[in-house]
């Protein structure tokens, strides 16, 4: 089937927003080339549990789209159009099954030589997209904030490497109280500055109890989840003829039910909740590496929901043991932990999470600050801090952010 | 073709970085293809040279090797491998970056295009199957040390005039090991790792028979040495690396080709795990060519090629996410390099012509006296 082809009816199993939005604009769906419609379908199938800003920049896009000529429609979409596709992928049920067609779409570009210049395509309509459609500056500048090094009681080598030319280096942090402190100051923009899935408090352990107006996700409070997840994953790797790619498959389309997740209490919130299970299903490690679960989660919470504040705490995760042994679900003893690696894993994360905050609105405003938990040294970037500095100042981290923000 | 052309801008430039690193810190020359000296060609005649190719481990950023900051993670190859080499800082890969389709792609010398985790034989004829049918060589000239068992039929491919019967004779280690410690694999685990490019997905190992045969006949190894040893290593590279010096000690392939695997570890996203197999695999890489160097059937007469299949994804792509993986496809995840070393090769010089992934196989050939005519590469003449 084409997109030319599309009909209202063929949309009804999708949920009713995500099917409100598709049935509104399908005169523009409709014009759209094979290999482009899919990809967005894949985003909105799931509209109905997406974050505010995932839900504004599609309807921001598609109202863009809506405005086009037919002539203009064709000029911007011709590098897509030029794209050759395969029978198989135009006979396959790509309304149905949107996620799927884009794999074999991936599979089919790489092997046709034609990834390079799908990546170019893609790029030139997502930089049209954002000159047409600038995106909206955040009301407060962006504040992020991880902590990396829990358990460390010394470390030698340099830290925050990557970052150092971009901000101040503090050598004489005074750590007392110092995670309240920076959980206080997310609550506290919480409260000032109430958005929904605006602020939010990722730990790579245990978290500690926040205010309910914090978007809290928590490698502990998903073991439940990933210990189901693993026995699914186990049952399916057993299975005769099952493959790496179907195994992806099968995870992208585990639902929060199928993981036996709830949160119990009045606590229910199925966006979230589907943000934690694709953190697990469609992240590479984060089931088995506490460390990568908090940096996977951390770039999918800041590109997915475009937060105003972010905390990212990095526990310890477990030594590396052969992949088998990680994915069993049935470990007998706790297992061991590796302290040093897992905080080279979080100074680089941090870095990431920089990076990725940057690629948000508003980033000459973005505050960032990183610190080594229990520990003198933190790293703070703002508009004001300047680059390449070390502070000799004796500060607590209530000051230090006095001072980036 | 305005992507194409900054394509191949954007390869240049890491080409020059890498050039000017590795010329303030190992003090290369530039070379040029048209300045050989005399003794170049003052090497043993092609039935007694031998090569040595070794796949530099799952690929490794510029940023974490040959960058200032990297250079720490690779002592061996700044300051003993590199000054003894010529280096090539812009090998492009313009394949599939998947690593047992790339690695079939860099023994075949076209670029395949099958499904990268399905257990089926390279289509093109390998290099081995060109050394072998073209100079008549016996199955136990040629040699592949594999990481994993994805890469078992990396040996030989399924063309009708090459394919069964001409194609390398393939080692996998790990299936060693798993057969001769089948009632005591707990204290191995360690050495069995698999499979990072999908770190969710590890099937199981089996050994059989067979390579327990292989085990004692081949490399002279009793069970009870081999899984004594195994519990000195501490991953499956070093695995590898101790059976492919086996190997050479034992049967001495004119044609060893070792995939080293370790820095694939990137895929499971833990930082420090990738700088440890970097670490590890820098090691190697050095351990093996001592090798190559008091073998005697491989002194003097050894040309050691190292290469990664691909790189991996830049931090500035928002597409990937960094060293985790290879799957955009951008300039930093196609462009590598090769390192090559032994008699007649030029010492510390680097070249900073683009040359291509497929250009190794018609290089091997014009080292060793095949013609891999059905390969879409040249040979690189700056090693002949």
């Given at each position: 089937m084409l997109p030319s082809d599309l009909k209202p009816e063929k949309f009804d199993g999708y949920p009713p927003e995500a099917r409100k939005i598709v049935v509104n604009y399908l005169a523009v769906l409709r014009q759209l080339p094979l290999s482009f419609v899919p990809g967005l379908l894949r985003e909105l199938v799931n509209y109905d549990f997406k974050f505010p800003a995932e839900r504004k920049s599609h309807d921001r896009e598609l109202e863009y789209l809506s405005t086009l000529s037919a002539g203009q429609m064709k000029e911007c979409f011709h590098g897509f159009a030029d794209i050759s596709l395969s029978k198989q992928l135009e006979d396959f049920d790509w309304v149905r099954s949107p996620a799927q067609f884009v794999e074999r779409l991936s599979a089919h570009l790489w092997s046709t030589h034609q990834l390079d210049n799908f990546r170019k395509v893609s790029n030139d309509y997502a930089d049209r997209l954002r000159t047409a459609v600038p995106p909206e500056p955040p009301p407060i500048p962006r504040l992020g904030m991880s902590v990396i090094g829990q358990g460390v009681s010394s470390y030698s080598d340099p830290l925050f490497r990557k970052l150092r030319a971009h901000g101040a280096y503090y050598a004489h942090i005074n750590p007392d109280n110092g995670f309240q402190d920076l959980l206080d100051a997310v609550t506290v923009r919480a409260k000032a500055h109430p958005t929904p899935y605006g602020h939010w408090y990722i730990d790579g352990g245990e978290s500690i109890a926040c205010d309910a107006a914090l978007a809290c996700v928590s490698y502990k409070a998903l073991e439940p989840t990933r210990t189901v997840l693993l026995r699914k994953m186990q049952e399916e790797i057993d299975r005769p003829g099952m493959g790496p790619e179907a195994l992806r498959t099968t995870m992208a389309q585990m639902r929060p039910a199928d993981l036996g997740m709830d949160r119990g209490g009045g606590l229910h919130d199925e966006i979230l909740e589907r943000f934690e299970v694709s953190v697990l299903t469609e992240g590479s490690g984060t089931q088995i590496f506490s460390t990568v679960f908090a940096q996977w989660a951390a770039r999918e919470a800041l590109r997915r929901a475009q937060p105003l504040t972010l905390l990212v705490r990095f526990a310890p995760r477990q030594r590396q043991r052969p992949m088998n042994e990680m994915l069993s679900a049935e470990a007998k003893v706790p297992p061991e932990l590796d302290f040093v690696g897992s905080l080279i894993d979080g100074d680089f994360a941090a870095y990431y999470n920089w990076l990725n905050q940057q690629r948000l609105p508003g980033a000459e405003k973005s505050c960032f600050l990183v610190w080594f938990e229990g520990h003198n040294q933190a790293l703070a970037i703002g508009p004001s801090t300047p680059r390449g500095s070390e502070s000799a100042s004796v500060a607590d981290l209530r000051q230090v952010l006095a001072w980036t923000l | 073709m305005p992507n194409v052309s900054?394509?191949?801008?954007?390869?240049?430039?890491?080409?020059?970085?890498?050039?000017?690193?590795?010329?303030?810190?190992?003090?290369?020359?530039?070379?040029?293809?048209?300045?050989?000296?005399?003794?170049?060609?003052?090497?043993?005649?092609?039935?007694?040279?031998?090569?040595?190719?070794?796949?530099?481990?799952?690929?490794?950023?510029?940023?974490?090797?040959?960058?200032?900051?990297?250079?720490?993670?690779?002592?061996?190859?700044?300051?003993?491998?590199?000054?003894?080499?010529?280096?090539?800082?812009?090998?492009?890969?313009?394949?599939?970056?998947?690593?047992?389709?790339?690695?079939?792609?860099?023994?075949?010398?076209?670029?395949?295009?099958?499904?990268?985790?399905?257990?089926?034989?390279?289509?093109?004829?390998?290099?081995?199957?060109?050394?072998?049918?073209?100079?008549?060589?016996?199955s136990s000239d040629a040699w592949v040390?594999?990481?994993?068992?994805?890469?078992?039929?990396?040996?030989?491919?399924?063309?009708?005039?090459?394919?069964?019967?001409?194609?390398?004779?393939?080692?996998?280690?790990?299936?060693?090991?798993?057969?001769?410690?089948?009632?005591?694999?707990?204290?191995?685990?360690?050495?069995?790792?698999?499979?990072?490019?999908?770190?969710?997905?590890?099937?199981?190992?089996?050994?059989?028979?067979?390579?327990?045969?292989?085990?004692?006949?081949?490399?002279?190894?009793?069970?009870?040495?081999?899984?004594?040893?195994?519990?000195?290593?501490?991953?499956?590279?070093?695995?590898?690396?101790?059976?492919?010096?086996?190997?050479?000690?034992?049967?001495?392939?004119?044609?060893?080709?070792?995939?080293?695997?370790?820095?694939?570890?990137?895929?499971?996203?833990?930082?420090?795990?990738?700088?440890?197999?970097?670490?590890?695999?820098?090691?190697?890489?050095?351990?093996?060519?001592?090798?190559?160097?008091?073998?005697?059937?491989?002194?003097?007469?050894t040309t050691l090629f190292i290469l990664p299949d691909f790189g991996r994804d830049s931090d500035e792509d928002a597409g990937g996410n960094g060293f985790q993986h290879h799957r955009t496809g951008d300039t930093l995840s196609r462009t590598t390099w090769m390192l090559a070393a032994g008699p007649g090769v030029r010492q510390g010089v680097v070249f900073d012509r683009a040359v291509d992934s497929t250009d190794l196989v018609p290089t091997l050939g014009a080292v060793l006296g095949f013609h891999a005519s059905l390969s879409q590469g040249k040979p690189v003449q700056e090693v002949l």
């Open positions: - | 900054h394509a191949r801008e954007l390869s240049q430039r890491i080409a020059r970085t890498r050039r000017d690193f590795l010329r303030d810190a190992a003090g290369l020359a530039l070379g040029s293809a048209f300045c050989r000296p005399a003794w170049a060609k003052a090497v043993a005649s092609p039935s007694k040279r031998k090569v040595v190719v070794i796949t530099f481990g799952g690929g490794a950023r510029d940023q974490e090797t040959f960058m200032i900051e990297g250079q720490e993670n690779i002592p061996h190859l700044m300051s003993e491998l590199i000054p003894q080499s010529s280096f090539f800082t812009q090998v492009i890969n313009r394949g599939i970056l998947g690593h047992y389709v790339a690695t079939a792609s860099l023994a075949t010398g076209v670029y395949e295009t099958f499904n990268n985790f399905a257990a089926v034989s390279p289509e093109s004829p390998t290099a081995f199957e060109y050394f072998r049918k073209d100079l008549k060589r016996p040390v594999a990481p994993s068992n994805g890469f078992n039929r990396i040996g030989e491919s399924s063309h009708r005039s090459y394919g069964p019967g001409f194609g390398a004779r393939v080692i996998l280690p790990k299936r060693l090991l798993s057969a001769a410690t089948s009632t005591s694999s707990h204290d191995y685990q360690h050495l069995l790792r698999d499979n990072y490019e999908t770190p969710y997905f590890t099937p199981e190992l089996e050994g059989n028979e067979f390579e327990l045969q292989q085990l004692e006949m081949i490399l002279k190894l009793s069970v009870d040495d081999f899984k004594s040893h195994a519990q000195t290593l501490s991953s499956p590279d070093e695995l590898s690396v101790y059976i492919a010096r086996q190997l050479m000690r034992h049967v001495a392939p004119s044609l060893l080709w070792i995939t080293l695997h370790d820095i694939d570890v990137a895929h499971a996203g833990a930082y420090s795990l990738y700088i440890e197999g970097i670490r590890r695999t820098d090691r190697l890489c050095s351990e093996l060519w001592k090798a190559i160097q008091t073998e005697p059937e491989y002194a003097g007469n």
